[in-house]
């Protein structure tokens, strides 16, 4: 396993097609919720409240008993699957939110232990004593802290995205100057800055369409902050800010280190502006070309109108500048000429 909707994929399977102990039987899958809330296409807010309810039945469980009673839950006298994928499947049901602000912007937030180097199935396994040890794991990779940041920084993008499908719309000499700012090099001409617009505006359209469904994720990538190494700072993926896998069919974004760290320090227009930047590359496949740091500013030579239309981080940064989020130090260390 290396993704969320592989997981997804498996959590449903289980549920749906295995047996646990007769009570939880009935907690899960007689009350409705579980078939709801695991729908084909992904996770149903028509069974959200099934995931708090888990919780709460988990918390009035003694601590030091809770790893047993959920291997009891597990226990069954079907021959079908298995004990630990039972396991898996309840704890990871334990660790998946439900995120929603007062404005009703949802996302889907999935927190496995930090401690869990492995996609849960692949994580919980062996005997009893072993699949006990993995379950008593709690200290989950994103506090409830991390989470509101996520769902603010959500809340952000999708206002940028709506703000800008406004004003390309009917736009004026303002927004006409801040598309020429990050899109257009000295050999760009009319004709092709206001192709440049409807094409932004149609993207921003889809992000915006995005951000405000109920389907979007979400997601660690236990591998990733453990294992995959990072060039760019010579360390593993975990000091990064967020990614998705575009042929992923669930539209899943994986939340990295950095963005927990600028979240912790205020910096949530940051955490937006990497929002747009990953979802930019799922609803309009733009590419890596350029970053901030090495240079957004257009140039006929080193980074050329169409690259700079095709640039993820060039999206992102003008959204927020065009939102009049982007402050003057930060626009003008982005907007340098690549070298």
Known sequence: MNKFSEAYKKLRKVVREQTYEEDWERFLWGSGKAQKLLSEDGLSLSGAELLDELRFRLMKIEAAKRPQAMLDACVSTEKEGSVADRAAALKMLSHLYQEMNRGGQDVWVYSPPKSYTAWIFDEIKGGNDKIKGKLAENNEVYSSGDRAVMLSALDNARKWSL?????LAGPDA????????WFADDNTADDDLTKAMEKLKDGFKTIANLCNSSRLVFSDDPIDRLKVYNKKTGKVGWDDWAFVKTSEKMDVVYIQGAFLKAGATGKIWKCALTIVHELSHREVKTDDIMYDYQGLKPHKKSFPHKKALKNA???????????????????????????
Not at 314 to 338: H, I, M, P, Q
């Open 163 to 167: 703000d800008a499908v406004n004003k």
């Open 313 to 339: 981080d060039s999206w992102a940064y003008f959204a927020t500048d065009l939102a009049g989020c982007l402050a003057e130090t930060d626009r003008n260390s982005a907007l340098k000429v690549a070298a």
């Open 174 to 181: 303002a927004t006409k100057a801040m598309v020429r700012r």
